[in-house]
Nanobody, 121 residues
Framework: QVQLVESGGGLVQPGGSLRLSCAAS????????MGWYRQAPGKQREWVAG???????NYAVSVKGRFTISRDNGSWMVYLEMNSLKLEDTAVYYC???????????????WGQGTQVTVSS
């Protein structure tokens, strides 16, 4: 009943930029932390960035200074602006959110299906 859908991935040259979007929809009462993860072929999924409901953001050291996470609580959206992209940023990027559903007293994690980001010369 709750879904997260990512968009904005694609092919970009090193040094380029992309903006990823994630839309949460369904019977949502509130969303606590939201974040972005990525998984490159043959590697474990890693945390990239997170943002609290109040807008406090944190980043993995590998992307700090290059990526910016933001959210719009009015539309249940979270974004990841990626600048100065490197070859090693190539991965499937996943949106994650801790969501309380309408009628529920607790929260749980939800995940999007992922969007491919390929950085190549």
């Amino acid at each position: 009943q709750v879904q997260l859908v990512e968009s904005g991935g694609g092919l970009v040259q090193p040094g380029g930029s992309l903006r990823l979007s994630c839309a949460a929809s369904g019977s949502i009462f509130s969303i606590n932390d939201m974040g972005w993860y990525r998984q490159a072929p043959g590697k474990q999924r890693e945390w990239v960035a997170g943002i609290t409901s109040g807008g406090s953001a944190n980043y993995a050291v590998s992307v700090k200074g290059r990526f910016t996470i933001s959210r719009d609580n009015g539309s249940w959206m979270v974004y990841l602006e990626m600048n100065s992209l490197k070859l090693e940023d190539t991965a499937v990027y996943y949106c994650n959110a801790d969501i309380r559903r309408i009628g529920s007293a607790s929260t749980r994690d939800y995940w999007g299906q992922g969007t491919q980001v390929t950085v190549s010369s």
